[in-house]
């Protein structure tokens, strides 16, 4: 069993930046692959980025590609997501999410693991 605890949400301006991180319990995080998705009001959940368990590779959703950063600490058991350049529309609740795979994982249904989530709301 994984537990995730997601932090770092808040409201920020457009054009601003935030880093969510994302804590997992357990001794083998390395054996996970992770993920960061969002759902916005009346939106279905939607994926961001994911990383391999080693770190070495990773995938955006392509409205966030050049704006975020997905990446990890294996050491200390936690998935980050830098936010930069952000938009209003990237106003959602972001959850991570793990998966015990080798690869990368993109689909949610794939997952075996969500933490609660944590809002992100970009106004002026």
């Known amino acids: 069993q994984v537990q995730l605890v997601e932090s770092g949400g808040g409201l920020v301006q457009p054009g601003g930046s935030l880093r969510l991180s994302c804590a997992a319990s357990g001794r083998t995080f390395s054996g996970y692959s992770m993920g960061w998705f969002r759902q916005a009001p009346g939106k279905e959940r939607e994926f961001v980025a994911a990383?391999?368990?080693?770190?070495?590779?990773?995938y955006y959703e392509y409205s966030v590609k050049g704006r975020f950063t997905i990446s990890r600490d294996n050491a200390k058991n936690t998935v980050y997501l830098q936010m930069s350049s952000l938009k209003p529309e990237d106003t959602a609740l972001y959850y991570c999410?793990?998966?015990?795979?080798?690869?990368?994982?993109?689909?949610?249904?794939?997952?075996?693991?969500w933490g609660q989530g944590t809002q992100v709301t970009v106004s002026s």
């Open positions: 990383i391999k368990g080693s770190g070495d590779e990773t």
């Open positions: 999410a793990a998966a015990w795979r080798a690869g990368l994982v993109i689909r949610g249904d794939e997952y075996d693991y």
